[in-house]
């Protein structure tokens, strides 16, 4: 199994990004895809997930609102379209696959993981 982040990059503060996570490797339609993040200096912590086969999407709290999680109906890529950016959301930003009910604790076994894209937003 393969996963690859792309789209980070260095933003200012109200700006967007959109991550994307190509897969390959595994029967991804009978898993769930999730995001996560790492900031500087913090533990990582869960952005968001979703089905492959698409459903409803789970949010951490810094998320809500101003990020979406979506896949392509191909189910070989996930996004994360970022919005209205704050600084505090600097980090490396990593996608990662396994059962839908695990994705939500980031420190949970999960079946594959990106090498991550970095995010940096600047005031």
């Known amino acids: 199994a393969q996963l690859v982040e792309s789209g980070g990059g260095s933003v200012q503060a109200g700006e967007s990004l959109r991550l994307s996570c190509v897969a390959s490797g595994l029967a991804f339609s009978s898993y769930a895809v999730g995001w996560y993040r790492h900031p500087p200096g913090k533990e990582r912590e869960f952005v968001a997930a979703?089905?492959?086969?698409?459903?409803?999407?789970q949010y951490g709290d810094s998320a809500k609102g101003r990020f979406t999680i979506s896949v392509d109906n191909a189910q070989t890529t996930a996004y994360l379209q970022m919005s209205s950016l704050k600084p505090e959301d600097t980090a490396r930003y990593y996608c990662a696959v396994g059962p839908m009910e695990l994705l939500a604790d980031p420190f949970n076994p999960l079946d594959a993981w990106g090498q991550g894209t970095l995010v940096t937003v600047s005031s």
């Open positions: 979703i089905r492959w086969k698409g459903g409803s999407p």
